[in-house]
């Protein structure tokens, strides 16, 4: 049967209109059911019919009827027809046939039968318009014979062999009246009704065509992912998104269960729990692994569908990638966390300014008063030793000013070439090197040196220093022994590293540590570099500065830090430095005091501090200058009105009145050229670097020592 189920189904399918074109489809299946139907059972109606029609002699019913079976078994042959034509042709048999029938057997045989049929399958097949046509035919058809009737005209019929029913009859036009009027009623109510029936179904067809479109081109181009499971989680159906977002394709995850992308299963099974306690998931995310392996977080919309009977039949859904928001999430908390920690370096660093001046102007009794008073007392005097202790004390208590000075962003005051492979190599030859050895003897330190250029601008002091926090942090991470390896090297750089949105592209120079230690917990690393935090015991491991002077001193030199670190395997700093392509200076000559005696010259010390300002006049005396002092800008100006100086020493912050800067700038209003060393123990400011544009020729950082003050002033005073 399933064979002969199959060869009908073939017969009866359209050739060019599919499912989607919605009427059209049907129309021609109804044709080709409709001419399958006539072809077989009108076989059986044709031979009886036949040999009726040749033994009555009734040749022009035989012709037509073969002539008929003929023409509808050529219109079911060929299905490549045009259908307007195939269908016009079904309509004209049914009125033939019902006309030949009507006018030989009369209205009591199948004749109205055929012509009852002809304008309804003219509004199936054809529509509307066609089917109120056939009727006015059959209205005109049958007005027609009843004139013949009424006028007697049968004897046209005679050359036919043809013997009309209503010769036979009395009063046969009043029956004919009754018989036409009841025919063409219940033709009309049928005609009506079927076209009615047809054309709204029609315009459902088409209703739900369009809405099927609009469905589809959504289906198919919606970003999310549609789907609909089973209660097993069977894919039933999915949107083509899916391959955008999981790499699988349609084919393969339809049938399969939905829960083998999950990556948690726990996230799975909160969500079935969910789905079951509410009946919809919302905004429920999870993580899934795609076809490729990568991993993936999306957010899940989902609701049960239930039979009428109320139990759970399905779950449709939307399946959301949001792993890019997530992602820009992560990156926002992070760029909130730095921009947290910049704000509060610059709070520290507004602080630390502030004190490092007010330190240096203490300090620099403490470190220069020794100094003075050792020059005085003979090379082997017991004193001697107690004031080296005390200038040792004061300038130690300088490194860390400078340490907050370098919080401050206002640390690095120099920018000399420096081979970054002999600061390297001079250090691990320092006491300071050693003492920390001293304390972690089971420390081996390694050193790599493969740096083919070497050269950075910048502060020796504080690269230095950054090179002693990093081995004496890696050597107290490894306590019970370990290896310390420090490298330099070249490399090129021309994208982002982890931490920074963007790099100067160009050649830079690495410093890298690395040890074999405990390592940084996650939490920890993004705090490392704020001041005074540590996880060591403050005043005996340190002050809780030596990170954040690492990172104020790669800042200041324009470089980057990046940190790769693991809970007990260890840490690795790498510091990337511009490289420069300048050579250093000659080594200076030894410092001797001959070389910086003053020649009388008049130097006029400008400092609101008291103390600040004996301690200058000491010294420069001492070197051989004559002194003038004022305690503020206006006492300045108004003694150069009067007097003349060689030289300025100028301090850049006085307050209340005015500052350095301006009293420079109003000093060279009247006395244009005027030589100024300026000295602060504030370090660079944007004062400082104005007012040496405007002509000072020398900056010099509290609290200074004989050598240099005498280096500063002599310098200046030699140029032209």
Known sequence: MKPLSDVLKQLTT????????????????????????????????YIPSFALSLREKLWVIAVVDTLMYIFILF?????????????????????????????????????????FFFPVITGVLMGRKPAFQALVINLFTLIGIGILIH????????PFNLKPWFLALKKPV????????????????????LTALLNGLQKSILAVAESETKYRRIFENIPDIYFETDMEAKVLEVSPSLEKISRY?????????????????????????????????????IEFIDKDGRIACCSINAELVKKDTGQPERVVGILRDISEQKALEKEKKELEERLGRSQKMEALGLLAGGVAHDLNNILSGIVTYPELLAMDLEPDDPLRKSLDIIRSSGLRATEIVQDLLTLSRRGVITKDVINLNDLVSNFLQTPEYQKILSFHPNVVVEKMIRASFPYVKGSFVHLQKTVMNLISNAAEAQPGGGAIRISTSNLHLDSP???????????????????????????????????????KVMGRSGTGLGMAVVWGTVQDHGGYIDIDSTPGEGTRFDLYFPGTRDLPLPEPEPFSLDHVQGRGETILIIDDVREQRQIAEILLQRLGYRTACAASGEEAVAWLKEHK????????IMEPGMDGHETYKAVLSFRPGQKAVIASGFSRTLQVKQTLDLGAGQYLKKPYTIEKIGLAVRAELEKP
């Open 497 to 535: 590293l982890k931490g920074y949105d963007q790099v100067e592209k160009g050649d830079y120079i690495v410093l890298s540590v690395e040890d074999q230690g405990s390592g940084i917990e996650p939490e920890d690393l993004k705090r490392i570099f704020e001041p005074f935090f540590t996880k």
């Open 645 to 652: 100086a060689d030289l300025l020493l100028l301090d850049m």
């Open 174 to 193: 009043e029956i004919w009246v009754v018989i036409c009027l009841n025919f063409i009623l219940l033709n009309v109510v049928a005609t009506l009704s």
């Open 249 to 285: 394709t349609r084919d393969e995850i339809k049938g399969q269960s939905l829960f083998k992308i999950y990556k948690d299963l726990r996230q799975r099974e909160e969500g079935i729990a969910l789905l079951t306690q509410n009946g919809y998931l919302k905004n429920h995310e």
């Open 151 to 158: 006028y007697q005209k049968a004897d046209l019929f005679v």
């Open 14 to 45: 359209p050739l060019h209109p599919t499912l989607k074109d919605g009427l059209a489809f049907w129309q021609e299946k109804i044709l080709l059911n409709l001419l399958l139907v006539t072809v077989v059972l009108g076989f059986f109606t």
């Open 75 to 115: 219109l079911f042959l060929r299905k490549d027809f045009s259908f307007n034509i195939r269908a016009t042709g079904v309509s004209l048999i049914s009125y033939v046939l019902g006309m030949v029938l009507l006018t030989t057997l009369g209205p009591f045989g199948a004749g109205p039968v055929w012509l």
